[in-house]
């Protein structure tokens, strides 16, 4: 095993990221909130989101009480939102059953929603100074090159190993050296194309002297990139207002606001797999015929369709979604207050009043143009 702690920590002090919000803070809360916000989202994403949310909902109760909408409408645009609803969980097991304090033990913490082993790491490291291992993306990638860790990353046994490893290499002053290997990983032992020839590791690392930096971590593609289409209808009453459905809690933009779905060639309003895009989305009279028996049935709406959008796409990890937005009018106002009544996910929204919701970010993007 080649030690790495004390060239990390000295290169840290020197070149380490001091001036991050959540490094100015050994609240529990604030470093919880931070390591959820930063699963997945890159640091300049997450900084404007980190102050909102830390002003709107300053600790656990606030969190803990406030309306699940304001939560996603917090948590709008930085894209997994099964984090922000197991953020609210969790925040409401930490008022119930700890006090309102974070668990103090790894086994403990591990038991909120949302929060995995180097999370709980993480933050019993920073907020309550203890000898804590982490393995977030950044470690996973200077540990696997250092050591040359040749197996597939994702698999247990390799995992098994890394942890091991993390163990083993974190420093006592773990809430330091965390931080000094997550600054390593994300400014040096890059992802692509580390910068090998000004690193403080070089003579000792492993992958360097077998010539496999830039093969390490190994690679290994389990799926190939799915293709879905699918519709958006933009439904307008006379007085401009669209009509927005709040989708199921569970499964992607769970909780978030959304314009309908639709696709002719689905069972559901689902999107579906699909390999010609443009013939998938492409506009014509029965298209149009399907769309207002398809607001009539589901909806009680008698709809025109004025016209349909340009092309979009949006990349998710495991499929990309193609999409365009129907836009279409009410022909009679008074039914959009019917639906209102019927549609009880269903509500009508000025757009500046809909860009205020938790909204997926396509559907802020479409709403936000034609608002
Ligand atoms: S020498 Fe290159 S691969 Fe090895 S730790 Fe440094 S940056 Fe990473």
Known sequence: MIPIADTLLA?????GRHDLPWRQTRDSYALW?????LQQTQVETV??????????????????????????????????????????????????????RFPDTREAAETLPGVGRSTAAAVLASAYAQQQAILDANARRVL????????????????????KLAEALTAADAHSYNQAIQDFGALICMPRHPRCPECPLQCRCRAYAEGLSEQLPLRIRKYGTQE??????????????????????????????????????????????????HDALADGDALREQVRRFCATQYGLAVEVQGLTAFYKHVFTHFQLHFRCIRTCLQDDEQGMKVADQALSGRW?????????????????????SA
């Open 144 to 163: 696997i090159r250092t050591q040359a860790v040749h197996g597939d990353p994702k698999s247990t046994r390799t995992l098994q190993h890394l942890w």
């Open 349 to 369: 929204y000025a757009p500046e009043a809909a860009l205020a919701k938790g909204l997926p970010t396509p559907i802020r993007r479409m709403l936000s143009q």
């Open 47 to 100: 900084k404007p989101y980190y102050s909102g949310f830390l002003q709107a909902l300053p600790g656990w109760e606030a969190l803990a009480r406030a309306p699940q909408d304001q939560v996603l409408a917090l948590w709008s645009g930085l894209g997994y939102y099964a984090r922000a609803r197991n953020a609210q969980r969790a925040a409401q097991k930490v008022v119930a059953d700890f006090a309102g």
């Open 228 to 277: 879905r289409c699918v519709f958006f209808l933009r439904i307008e009453d006379g007085d401009g207002r669209v009509f927005l459905e709040k989708r199921p809690d569970s499964g992607i933009w769970g909780g978030l606001w959304c314009l309908p779905q639709f696709h002719p060639q689905g069972a559901s309003e689902q999107p579906v797999p699909c390999t010609a895009q």
């Open 33 to 37: 909130l931070a390591e959820i916000m």
């Open 11 to 15: 290169w840290y002090a020197e070149n």
